[in-house]
């Protein structure tokens, strides 16, 4: 299996946990520990080789997440994964409801204005506590808060488009 429009980065194991060969996970699920429920991680380590791998257990464990995974049983075979990306197929992840989107979906998003002024293309998203934020690049970096129909008028993934109200000045 291979990184593509299918297939959704997760993560990335980090070290190394106690003697029996679980792994540190840095996560990019909210909550952290979800990651966990995701059964079958395909792993892309820096050698550029694929490995599909089972998830046993896994929990969080004060600020990182670590995890158990089907034949590592040892420090040395869990060293090796280290700076392997954690992809999943997206199939695996929960259906959403109307108008809920994953970060995922929205990266590389065009943004245009209501009077379609072009804004640029989504880079990434981050959470603020009260909203998430748009980062958008285009003639310049703009932070759009993702308040939807206020801010955010229509997101539409077939045309690779969302339509937002702002300024473009701001």
């Known amino acids: 299996m291979k990184q593509s429009s299918d297939?959704?980065?997760?993560?990335?194991?980090?070290g190394v946990f106690g003697v029996k060969g679980w792994?540190?996970?840095f996560s990019y699920t909210m909550p952290r520990e979800n990651i966990v429920k995701y059964k079958i991680w395909q792993l892309?380590?820096?050698?550029?080789?694929?490995?599909?791998?089972?998830?046993?257990?896994?929990?969080?464990?004060?600020?990182?997440?670590?995890?158990?995974?089907?034949?590592i049983t040892d420090?040395?075979?869990?060293?090796?994964?280290i700076g392997a990306k954690i992809i999943i197929a997206k199939e695996q992840l929960p259906k959403?409801?109307?108008?809920?989107?994953y970060w995922s979906e929205l990266e590389g998003l065009f943004v245009v204005t209501t009077a379609g002024i072009d804004l640029g293309k989504?880079?990434?998203?981050?959470?603020?506590?009260?909203?998430?934020?748009?980062?958008?690049?285009?003639?310049?970096?703009?932070?759009i808060p993702y308040i939807t129909d206020e801010v955010i008028i229509s997101v539409d993934l077939k045309s690779s488009k969302i339509v937002v109200d702002w300024d473009p000045e701001f």
């Open 7 to 14: 297939t959704i980065h997760l993560g990335e194991i980090s």
């Open 23 to 25: 792994v540190k996970v």
């Open 44 to 71: 892309f380590s820096a050698t550029a080789t694929w490995q599909s791998i089972k998830v046993l257990n896994g929990r969080r464990q004060g600020k990182v997440v670590v995890a158990q995974l089907e034949g």
């Open 75 to 81: 420090p040395d075979q869990a060293r090796k994964l």
């Open 96 to 101: 959403l409801k109307k108008g809920e989107y």
């Open 122 to 143: 989504v880079a990434w998203l981050f959470e603020t506590g009260n909203n998430d934020v748009l980062v958008v690049e285009g003639d310049r970096e703009r932070y």
